[in-house]
Nanobody, 119 residues
Framework: QVQLEESGGGSAQAGGSLRLSCAYA???????MGWFRQAPGKEREGVAG????YYADSVKGRFTISRDGAKNTLYLLMNNLKPEDTAMYYC?????????????????WGQGTQVTVST
């Protein structure tokens, strides 16, 4: 059984939009969940989590995280995309502070989905 599975990545032009989805196994319903990203040569960073209480400064006002418990799916709506948003995006689940997005605290990672934004 797949634990966390992302979809919805792809290519977009600057100013465009993409929506990422993460289908998760029922066992993660009580976990904190969020989105991280990692660009080539850079460390993995938290993007959004805590049921919307945390957004990286670089995405505030452009990205929106949401969760549909009935469908066991986590979403990330990305608007006004910029080339610097280009990265592999990962869905993540962890226990503890839901607004604290620290890679070392993540219990389970998805396989990642690539987002590429061109000018």
């Amino acid at each position: 059984q797949v634990q966390l599975e992302e979809s919805g990545g792809g290519s977009a032009q600057a100013g465009g939009s993409l929506r990422l989805s993460c289908a998760y196994a029922r066992g993660y319903s009580a976990y904190c969940m969020g989105w991280f990203r990692q660009a080539p040569g850079k460390e993995r960073e938290g993007v959004a989590g805590g049921a919307g209480r945390y957004y990286a400064d670089s995405v505030k006002g452009r990205f929106t995280i949401s969760r549909d418990g009935a469908k066991n799916t986590l979403y990330l709506l990305m608007n006004n995309l910029k080339p610097e948003d280009t990265a592999m995006y990962y869905c993540a689940a962890w226990r503890g502070g839901c607004s604290v997005l620290t890679p070392s605290l993540v219990s389970r990672w998805g396989q990642g989905t690539q987002v590429t934004v061109s000018t």
